[in-house]
T-cell receptor
Framework: EAQVTQNPRYLITVTGKKLTVTCSQNMNHEYMSWYRQDPGLGLRQIYYSMNVEVTDKGDVPEGYKVSRKEKRNFPLILESPSPNQTSLYFC????????????FGPGTRLLVL | GDSVTQMEGPVTLSEEAFLTINCTYTATGYPSLFWYVQYPGEGLQLLLKATKADDKGSNKGFEATYRKETTSFHLEKGSVQVSDSAVYFCALDTNAGKSTFGDGTTLTVKP
């Protein structure tokens, strides 16, 4: 089944404790992206990747890191999480870029205390 | 930069009512336009899209027409059902890789 998977789905952590949210797709898509969803703010793009080893900042990259060492994986790293990073995070992928249909993962709900 | 402005919600309708959710955009170049839908507890999924001016996207009874002259992509459905209750996002994308979403409009359809 073609899908985007994210792990974990739910996470509670404390300020400053490094964490990684994994994202994997099995559709051989070149483009992958991370978003955060906050009430009243819609979806905002954090980082995106047009291909392996190519990443770029979205609208809200501060406090986040990403890497794209393989086509299928695009982990999101929070080196020192803070409470303002409490949010619902979505990973998405598409064949060649956002001008194509994006396929979204189920989301990761993060609470930073 | 690029931006998407969606009709403010929430929107509450009775079953079989007509739906319009307004979406306007500003963008450089010639973006592709999308409507995504998010059902409770789920990720977003594509509802419909249009890639150039005057294109009409349609799916599941929903329609939207890419209007370059008014920079709009309004979502319409002639007769909504309870199962259409969800959050609807208008979005635009360019070849540059960045993706811009509106704030989302929550639709509740009552029997």
């Amino acid at each position: 089944e073609a899908q985007v998977t994210q792990n974990p789905r739910y996470l509670i952590t404390v300020t400053g404790k490094k964490l990684t949210v994994t994202c994997s797709q099995n559709m051989n898509h070149e483009y992958m992206s991370w978003y955060r969803q906050d009430p009243g703010l819609g979806l905002r793009q954090i980082y995106y990747s047009m291909n392996v080893e190519v990443t770029d900042k979205g609208d809200v990259p501060e406090g986040y890191k990403v890497s794209r060492k393989e086509k299928r994986n695009f982990p999101l790293i929070l080196e020192s999480p803070s409470p303002n990073q409490t949010s619902l995070y979505f990973c998405a992928s598409s064949l060649v870029g956002p001008q194509e249909t994006q396929y979204f993962g189920p989301g990761t709900r993060l609470l930073v205390l | 930069g690029d931006s998407v402005t969606q009709m403010e919600g929430p929107v509450t309708l009775s079953e079989e009512a007509f739906l319009t959710i307004n979406c306007t955009y500003t963008a450089t170049g010639y973006p592709s336009l999308f409507w995504y839908v998010q059902y409770p507890g789920e990720g977003l999924q594509l509802l419909l899209k249009a890639t150039k001016a005057d294109d009409k996207g349609s799916n599941k009874g929903f329609e939207a027409t890419y209007r370059k002259e008014t920079t709009s992509f309004h979502l319409e459905k002639g007769s909504v059902q309870v199962s259409d209750s969800a959050v609807y996002f208008c979005a635009l994308d360019t070849n540059a890789g960045k993706s811009t979403f509106g704030d989302g409009t929550t639709l509740t359809v009552k029997p």
